[in-house]
Nanobody, 125 residues
Framework: QAQLVDSGGGLVQAGGSLRLSCAASEHTISSYVIGWFRQAPGKEREFVAAISRSGVNTPYGHFVKGRFAISRDDAKNTVYLQMNSLKTEDTAVYYC??????????????????WGQGTQVTVSS
């Protein structure tokens, strides 16, 4: 059964914003280091952002350049990815991923054992 459920994708115009959510169904979200990855058609899966269990360590992909912000609300059992100033090249399926192994968040997808089903983000020009 799913342990992570991602949601919040949709269609937005360039320059707009979306907030993605990643909720945990098995363990509490505070137990996970969470990462967000994305995959566009014909491209490799790409690291977007991650957050440590404490919320202090938040690495971002090189392309983010201050446009996205990852945060966690353990009381709501959810991690968020706020995406602003969206560009057409941000169009992709976005996945949240989690690991129960403590430590600094990894940018490598193979370090995450649990994955959401993916949510489509489409940015139109």
């Amino acid at each position: 059964q799913a342990q992570l459920v991602d949601s919040g994708g949709g269609l937005v115009q360039a320059g707009g914003s979306l907030r993605l959510s990643c909720a945990a169904s098995e363990h509490t979200i505070s137990s996970y280091v969470i990462g967000w990855f994305r995959q566009a058609p014909g491209k490799e899966r790409e690291f977007v952002a991650a957050i440590s269990r404490s919320g202090v360590n938040t690495p971002y992909g090189h392309f983010v350049k201050g446009r996205f912000a990852i945060s966690r609300d353990d009381a709501k059992n959810t991690v968020y990815l706020q995406m602003n100033s969206l560009k057409t090249e941000d169009t992709a399926v976005y996945y949240c991923a989690g690991t129960l192994v403590p430590g600094p968040p990894s940018v490598a997808s193979d370090q995450y054992e649990y994955w959401g089903q993916g949510t489509q983000v489409t940015v139109s020009s």
